[in-house]
């Protein structure tokens, strides 16, 4: 049987990366190097996907999301020897290699624009429209224009921003660091109770109505890697991670997810005592504070 020419080679690729993210209107590059693209039904704009693709001796490759942190490996066919087999595994390896590096760069990158837009933005309005929606004060945020900005920390270091308009849509800064980050409120102190949440008005709920030191780990997916961060940092703190309750969402994603960390971390778990007459749509914290305040219940 004759070999496949390159071209069909590129396309079988092709296929294979379409079969993980939809349609593409593109070719792959046969060159070794990291290459970025869109993935489908993404932000527009934004260049989520990344692969790698080999064609010399054994065509080969490997694709993924920054975004879900996936990766996978393409091969056009099964190794014929050990010689082989070996070379398929330099490839992955040095495809992990490059994504690593290429994604050092883009944490770096997010990182210091991140603490200049920290550095030259103006201390949080109290008026902001999105602290007035959630009845929580500015706990020292800042301010970019009409952006609030969320620092979010690693290690003690600014290695994130999450903006937040007036009108409550938020975004991270292209290419951040959002694995394992949390952005605090109040001081940790020794012996005292540290909350581990999702959004940061619910941190701020949660500081403001219970004097509680706070980290916010900003979804449902950090909860565990920022709660797991905190736990190797403060190895005797006790944790309680104050879960949302997705009660209108099939499986119920914040209360997994808390439950998850804490018991990761041997924390406890707490979730919002929802009144009899409280809406199904209420889902945090800061739900229940503001449906309390409007019904005279606070």
Not at 271 to 276: I, L, N, R, T
Request: charged share 20%; aromatic share 8%; with cysteine.
């Amino acid at each position: 049987m004759n070999n496949p020419k390159t071209s069909d080679l590129i396309h079988l690729f092709r296929e294979t990366l379409q079969s993980a993210y939809g349609a593409l209107n593109w070719l792959p590059e046969p060159d070794s190097e990291i290459h970025r693209f869109h993935v489908p039904g993404d932000k527009v704009g934004s260049q989520n996907g990344w692969y790698v693709l080999y064609l010399d001796n054994i065509a080969s490759g490997a694709f993924g999301s920054w975004k879900d942190g996936t990766t996978s490996t393409w091969c056009s066919r099964e190794p014929v020897d050990a010689r082989e087999a070996a070379q398929i595994r330099e490839r992955i390896e040095l495809a992990r290699r490059q994504r690593e590096a290429e994604q050092r760069q883009r944490h770096e990158r997010a990182a210091a624009r991140a603490n200049h837009w920290w550095r030259n933005a103006r201390r949080a309005s109290p008026d902001h429209p999105y602290l007035a929606a959630k009845g929580v004060r500015s706990y020292g945020l800042r301010q970019r224009g009409a952006d609030l900005l969320v620092p979010l920390y690693l290690d003690g270091r600014l290695v994130n921003l999450q903006r937040i308009a007036p009108d409550g849509g938020k975004r991270f800064l292209f290419g951040g660091r959002i694995k394992g980050t949390y952005s605090p409120l109040g001081i940790i102190q020794p012996g005292a109770v540290l909350c581990i949440c999702e959004g940061w008005a619910t941190g701020a709920s949660l500081h403001q109505h219970g004097g509680y030191a706070v980290a916010a780990a900003m979804n449902a997916g950090n909860l565990m890697p920022a709660a797991m961060g905190l736990r190797s940092r403060y190895p005797a703190q006790p944790i309680v991670v104050a879960g949302d309750d997705d009660r209108l969402t099939d499986g119920n994603p914040g209360r997994a997810a808390a439950n998850a960390a804490a018991a990761a971390v041997g924390g406890e778990v707490a979730f919002p005592d929802w009144p009899d007459n409280a809406p199904e749509s209420l889902t945090d914290f800061n739900d229940l504070a503001n449906w309390k305040l409007a019904n005279g219940q606070a």
